[in-house]
């Protein structure tokens, strides 16, 4: 029996009840019953999708000579390859001491105030060399891969000075070449104050210098940098500061795509929907006006399911969001602090934590995520002229890759990134 699915719809992005109305192309019966009729995706040699069709209509169209190579997927699932929308990949060390203190009760805050936190990942971080990054770096991002994460969003963050912040760039930049899946490099030098200094001083350094000299290596083509972001929270940046460095970084012609109201409300929302941010992540505190600011600016809520669960924050209000039109995506927020590199786990924390239905769930980590990230137009559906970016899985229908935790790398049987099968 050969049952074949293709998620695929024609939308940019699907905002608040578009969410659920993904469309997806069944296999089915012919006349002649014998054959069940399969679906097709065409791959041209610079891996974009070139037809995408029933096989009795493909048929008449192609002849087996015209492929280099066929991937047999009878009997299984065809989605597009998952997009993450959020993570910190690039550091040294780990927090698993900090792990067993949250447990026992302590806050995030309390840990960052005291020096821990961000704090003793930048430590660790500046310690380590470019090729130690490097490899870590490699071997996280393939695991991503294997889960079926093509395109993943990375951010810098660990190194705040500006000397760090480039080494974290110039490592993404290298995995962003020479790897098989498709980065979206985020510069996050904002993403704590540095030690000894302040809030006000480290805006200043940014606005004035840092995003200035990250763009002079842009220009060179040594670094690749697609979005800026600033940690927006109560004791980290104010409002007013994160605009200022958003603001910037939108000058050069970065999406603003950053941390706010996480674990309290600032205001943050209605700040990046004014200034026209692409996305926004977290969102756990987002007020009323704050849903209706993103509603109209078209901003997408990046919610990040495994933070919420591991810190046990309240949900963020996501059917509020969904009814009042928002486009919601999804991320795991790969980082130290909640580390998961499975983006399936986070599609299931979503439904059961998030309250969010299984399309709904494929659509903010792919179509979704790709518009967070500004990718809409190649990435994240199964379209003539997008990127063969996609996911197989060994199940009688999609759904099984969420419904089955924690068993993705069985189900998932080939992962196809850029048309070549990784
Ligand atoms: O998205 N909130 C700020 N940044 C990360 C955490 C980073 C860390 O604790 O190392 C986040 O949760
Ligand atoms: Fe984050």
Redesign the pocket.
Known sequence: EQVVQVVNNGAKVLRGNEMKSLAVLESRLPKDANRRDGLSVVVDRTGNIHDIGYDSDLDGKYTEQDFDHIVDATGQCVIPGLIDG?T?PVWAGDRVNEFSMKLAGAT?MDIHKAGG??YS?VTSTHLATEEQLYSSLVQRLQTMLQNGSTTIEAKSGYGLDLENELKILRVLHRAQKEGPWNLSITYCGA?AVPKGSSAEVAVKDIVEHHLNAVMEETKAGRLTVDNVDV?C?TGVFTVEQAKAILRKGQSFGLNANF?AE?LSYLGGAEMGAAIGSKAI??LEYISPEGIAAIAQSGTVATL?PT?AFQMRLPAPPVRRMIEQGVAVAIGS?F????HCLSMPVVMYLAAVTFHMSLEEVLAASTINAAASLNLADSRGSLEIGKVADMVLIDSPSWEHLIYQLGNATKLISTVISKGFVV
């Not at 980082?335 to 909640?338: E, R, V």
């Open positions: 959020h910190h995030y936190g961000i990942t993403h940690f929270e941390h996480e992540s977290h990040l933070t927020d980082n130290p602090n909640a």
